[in-house]
């Protein structure tokens, strides 16, 4: 029996040492998961937490949910269908509103891309669709790093994804999260036989599949500038990211420095975690980040414009 | 030689462009067949509402490996969103790259 207390705070601190403890080599059989001291979400854990509940499932065990009616972000973790997304429906004791320009729900990664980069921008940048209104760029902004994202998973992965995003309007920031149970950054490109793979560590992984024209499908139609470029515009944005694949965890902070480290204890996360934050209000120049972002990535050399273009 | 082929991308593949796969079958079906016996191709993004790179590399950059960098005096890129053409352009120069200044057959 394998049996996971969760902690008071599942947010940016808590996040590892989470991600730590459900990534250590389990015992046979069932496991429980304990929510009677949790305070705390942001939408990293609960995607990530949806992840490994469906990877236990798949793998034989029953997973039990402890300490529910303890519960005190019951109604939240409701309405943000982390349950739901875990198999476990409860009588909802609120009613729900809605949720454009709050939150958006933990969701499996299984549509058509297109469909929920509409679904999820529409959600978080209310009015955006509109390519006059103030959201423009912000629905650009998450409808670019939901497809990216999103191809990963499921071009890539071979596992089920989840994704969820929160509006922080006290902070003024956007969070989106990423999370599928599949076989990693490192096992993708050692199943395309990139050479530089055989003796790599997962952090190595991390830091190629961030790096421009790396692609774990090599050819068309990948051309392996998906997360690099992900990565670039949360950069221009003053944002932060978190990516966790295996043993691996690379940060990129607001001041643009990037850190690669390993999850300590021996814990490996199974399949891949991307994570982050940025300023609303600064993905309102889309066009101009995304060019920056391209230009500084070396993908795009300004200046050099060979198009031929008609309004 | 016929004058001009013209493919509306909205109105075939939808107001969000986002997937290299289906990318790189709409330009296998709808364009790759026009280059050679076309002297203007256009691309029209009027009504694209957002793209990304998977899409518009598939799109645009396999245009220029497979016909080489001169099928750019033949092609138009129509109605396109600020973002849209960033895309465009960075997608050529990744096609440029990738054909090494092939001259076509």
Same mark, same amino acid.
């Given at each position: 029996m394998n049996h996971f207390q969760l902690p008071p705070l599942l947010h940016a601190g808590g996040l590892l040492p989470f991600l730590? %403890?459900? &990534?250590?080599?389990?015992?046979?059989? @069932?496991?429980?998961?304990?929510?009677?001291?949790?305070?705390?979400v942001v939408p990293a854990s609960m995607v990530s937490l949806a992840a490994m509940v469906h990877l236990w499932e798949k793998q034989g065990r029953k997973v039990r949910f402890s300490g529910i009616s303890e519960c005190q972000i019951l109604g939240y973790l409701q309405r943000m269908d982390l349950l739901k997304s875990c198999g476990v429906t409860l009588k909802e004791l609120f009613q729900r509103h809605d949720a454009r320009g709050r939150f958006f729900p933990v969701k499996a990664v299984s549509q058509p891309i297109e469909a929920m980069a509409q679904e999820v921008a529409n959600c978080l940048a209310p009015g955006g669709e509109e390519y006059d209104h103030p959201l423009s760029g912000l629905f650009d902004t998450i409808a670019y790093v939901l497809t990216e994202v999103g191809n990963n998973i499921r071009q890539h992965s071979s596992g089920v994804g989840f994704a969820a995003a929160q509006v922080n309007r006290q902070e003024g920031l956007i969070r989106m999260a990423f999370a599928d149970n599949g076989m990693g950054i490192l096992?993708?490109?050692?199943?395309? #036989?990139?050479?530089?793979?055989? @003796? #790599?560590? @997962?952090? @190595? #992984?991390? #830091?190629?599949?961030?790096?421009?024209?790396?692609?774990?499908?090599? &050819?068309?139609?990948?051309? &392996?500038?998906?997360?690099?470029?992900?990565?670039?515009?949360?950069?221009? %944005?003053? &944002?932060?990211?978190?990516?966790?694949?295996?043993k691996g965890v690379a940060r990129i902070y607001r001041d643009g420095l990037r850190a690669f480290e390993e999850l300590p204890e021996g814990a490996s996360y199974r399949g891949t975690l991307v994570a982050m934050s940025f300023p609303e209000n600064a993905a309102s120049r889309y066009a101009e980040l995304l060019h920056n972002a391209k230009v500084k990535a070396g993908i795009l050399q300004p200046g050099r414009g060979r198009a031929t273009f008609e309004p | 030689m016929s004058s001009t082929h013209t493919v509306g991308l909205s109105e075939d593949c939808g107001v969000i462009l986002a997937d290299g796969t289906k990318a790189l079958a709409y330009r296998h079906a709808q364009i790759d067949p026009y280059v050679d016996i076309c002297e203007k191709v256009t691309l029209d993004f009027s009504g694209v509402r957002s793209a990304n790179s998977s899409f518009m590399n598939a799109l645009i950059s396999g245009l220029l490996e497979h016909h080489g960098e001169a099928v750019l005096e033949k092609l138009v890129f129509k109605g396109c969103k600020p973002a849209v053409a960033v895309l465009v352009e960075s997608a050529i120069e990744l096609g440029i790259r990738k054909s090494g200044g092939r001259v076509p057959a």
């Open positions: 730590t %403890m459900v &990534g250590k080599p389990l015992e046979d059989g @069932d496991v429980t998961i304990d929510f009677s001291q949790l305070r705390r096992k993708s490109f050692q199943t395309v #036989a990139a050479p530089w793979s055989i @003796d #790599a560590t @997962d952090s @190595d #992984a991390i #830091a190629k599949a961030l790096q421009p024209r790396i692609s774990c499908k090599a &050819g068309e139609p990948n051309e &392996g500038v998906g997360l690099t470029l992900v990565a670039e515009l949360v950069s221009m %944005m003053k &944002g932060s990211l978190l990516v966790v694949s295996g | -």
